[in-house]
Each structure stands twice: as structure tokens, then as C-alpha cells.
């Protein structure tokens, strides 16, 4: 009852105001990790080295069973991903964040076991599951008992908070996704998603109360354990598509090794974790893929990484930028990108993604009859003015590079074209081919925005990657992206 009702309290915390419950967990979790050093500090100076022999009485595979029972504790890893889109500077904050929880944790995990096994004698360390209190007793009285039954209390007070938190953002984040209903992603007036928190709440109310305290544990690593294999497959699956909007600010050491490796000791783990977490486990599986076919598939139109990988050696009827669009959107909110007039055009605007070899009159003539089409000029005169402008100063800006453009007649016209020529152009005067362009046309009225976007460009090709990226690309929506990602500083 004592759960349900901090349980409660949380979810009306979390509803009213994320700031508050943040501010609620940092001064918990100081509190706790507070009273934790102490409790190290004082203990470490009355173990007795003689109760750490033998290190292992039941062998390395036992550590493996244990293991699995207090993995929950490293959930915190990602509740930081979860609050991702709340976090500023994601880039630098998430990685930082998963690291020092993992260091924190890890540290004080060891530290106060290994406390604990020099105080205790065998007997009371498998005869209790409060074995840290009946430590801090040992070494400071009733009072210890008391403070540091009061800190397991915040611990899992503070898991709670937690836990309400950050799960309740992932059906937000799919209800966006349109993987579950709109309702989910409703928010209050403190922005914070009402009916996602109650639903989360509502969940952990009912398996608190319908699980004993072993299988509730259990059952939390293994959900755990499972999401932590799902996400090193889908690293190197998101990896291996090599989609180009896929651009991670950490990127993960040893790959793919470290991910296998990590895979293969999350499987052994699982293994042994017991016939009820795995069933409850399943059942999770089944209902998720039953929301995916009978509610989500309908909704969506979008293929997922691993079809990027076999459209890599398939036929290219498998192709769709649905994915990549919602990676460069992702890309877009995470670098705090915000779109200008430079971008909408380049959203909109004719690529040509020529493979076979051209001369540069046919490239100017398949330019000037889309800009005739689509403004209602006369395409002869566009060529005239384009080969004009050549004539009368180049506009190749560095070697492969140019930006051929002109005036044209009329009001309020403006519009860019993007070129990439494989096999290369040859410039008048010039020895190296030309296989980038950016192309653009304006009138009279529109000369200072047109500066503008000679400026935007310049600031565009100036990024070192920038050629690397645009050679690489592999449709017309990937040179798109090129574009709208750069670093430039945007009106």
C-alpha cells in the first residue's frame, strides 16, 4: 500500500510540472547517495578481510544469476534517452548523462556490497533482504538501522519518480508516430503528457499489487535486458543502413564488437531469469505486435533500417524517403536547427541527379525548360541568359563546384535547382570537371535575397564534409538532406 500511494503521489508531481519533479529527484537522490558514502566510509574501516575467502563459493555462474535479479538498477540508463526531447543539448547532455549514471551506479553498487560482505557473516547476508541495513547497524546501532532503511526507501522512491517519467514519454513518442492513439500524446497546461502518466501510473499500480516482491524484480530486468538487446541490434542495423541522415553525435566505441559481445551475455542473463518474467515478457511481445497489426500498421507509411540495408543490394522499386525524413526531422530539433527561407526553398526545389555524361548547353537546356514550366517563361531566353552569364564571368567557385545564376523578367520570382553531374561538365576555360550545382534564378525584385542565398551557399559548401557527403549521396532526397543539415548559420 505504502507503493501505491507513493506511486500516487508521483504521477501527480509528473502531471504538474516536470521542473518540480526533477528538482524532487535531485535532492533524493543527493540525500541517498549522501547517506550511502557515509555508510561506506564508516563500514570500510571495520571489514574483516577473512569474510572475502572464498571469493566465490558457488562459482562465476551464480554471479550470472545475480546479475540478472538487480539489472533494474541499471534502468536508469535509459530513462535519460526517454526524456530526450525535455533535455537541452541532447547531443552532449544524453551520452553524459548514460555514462555518469552508469559510473555512479556501478561505483557505489561495489563499493557498498563489497562494504557489506566484509561486516556481515554468511548467514546474515543469505538469511536477509535488507542485508545494507543490518550492516549499518552493525557499525552505528538502531540508528543505522533506521537512516539507511529510511535511505532504500528513497531509492526506490526515487525509481519510481523516475520510472513515471520517463516511461510515460514513450507512448507520447509513439502516439506522434502514430504507433498508438492520438490521445496519448495529449499535454496539459504544464506541457507534460496527462493521459500517457496516468496509463504508466495505472500499469505499475496493478503489477505491484499482482506480483511478490522476486518475480516484480525479475520481471522488471528482464523487460530490461530485452529493451538493452533490442537497442544494440538496432545500433548496428541503423549502422549497417547506412541511411545518410543517420548522423549520431556519440558514436559507439568498438563497434561492432562491443554490441555482440553485449548481446550475447544480455542472452545468457535472460536464460536465468526463471519461467514468470519470460512468460510476462512474452506477453508484452505479443500485445506490442498485436498494436503494430491491427492498430499502427494502417496508420503509417514507413519502411525501417534493416530495408535500407537489403535496398542496398536489391532492386530500387524498394526505395522510400519515409525513414529518412524522419531522420533529418530528428536531426533538425536535436542541432536546434530552425528552418529559414533558404530551407523551404531547398524542401521544394527540382534535383537533377545526372549519371550519364552531358554537355553543358544540354545540362543549361533541361535547367531552363523546368524554370520556363513551372514560372511561365520562355525557356529559349532562360538558355540565352545562362549561357550568358558563363560567358561573362564564370561561375565556378572552386574546383567541381558552380553556381551558375541569373535575372529573369517579371515580379517575385525566385527558385533554385540543385545538379549533381556523375561524370562531370566542362567549363569554358576550365580543365576540371564540374559535378556540383547549385542553380539559381530570381528577378529584379528579389536581387538582395538572391545575395542572400549566394551566401547561404557559400556557407553550405565551406563545411569540410560537405563534398564527401554530396558525392556519397545515393538518391535525390539524400542530396536534399545534404543541404538542409549543413552547419550554415541560417536568417
Known sequence: MIAVVVCLIFTFLNIFSVKVTGKIQIMLVGLLLFILLLFIGRGFIETQPQRYTPFMPNGFWSVITTTGMVFVSFGGLTKVAGVAEEINNPGRNIPLGMLSSFAVVTLIYVLAVGVTIGLLDSPDLSGSLVSLSLAAEHISGSGGLIVLSAAAMMAFITTANAGILSASRVPLAMSRDKLMPTSFSRTGKAGTPIISICITSLFMITVILLLDLENLVKTASTLMIILFIFANVSVIIMHESRIQNYRP????????????????????ILIEMGAVPLLISLAFFLFGVAIY????????????ALTHIVRRITAKELENAS???????IVLERNNIKEDRFDGIVRHCKILDLKEKKTTDEVFRMISAHFAEKWSLDKETLF????????????????????????????????????????GLIFRGHEEPV?????????????????????????IVQDKYFQEMWNNAGSTEELRDVVLLSNRKRD
Do not use: W
Open 249 to 268: 553525435v556519440f558514436k559507439m566505441p568498438l563497434y561492432p564488437f562491443l554490441n555482440i559481445a553485449a548481446i550475447i551475455v544480455y542472452v545468457f
Open 293 to 304: 497489426f491491427f492498430y499502427a500498421r494502417s496508420r503509417i507509411d514507413r519502411v525501417s
Open 323 to 329: 525513414l529518412d525524413n524522419e531522420l533529418r526531422d
Open 435 to 459: 559535378k556540383t550545382f547549385f542553380v539559381l534564378m530570381g528577378s529584379l525584385d528579389q536581387r538582395n535575397y538572391h545575395l542572400r542565398a549566394l551566401m547561404a551557399i557559400a556557407g
Open 384 to 423: 540565352d541568359l545562362f549561357r550568358e552569364r558563363e560567358i561573362q564571368s564564370a561561375t565556378i567557385i572552386r574546383p567541381g563546384l558552380a553556381i551558375p545564376h541569373i535575372i529573369v523578367p517579371g515580379e517575385n520570382c525566385f527558385d533554385l535547382m540543385l545538379v549533381r553531374c556523375r561524370s
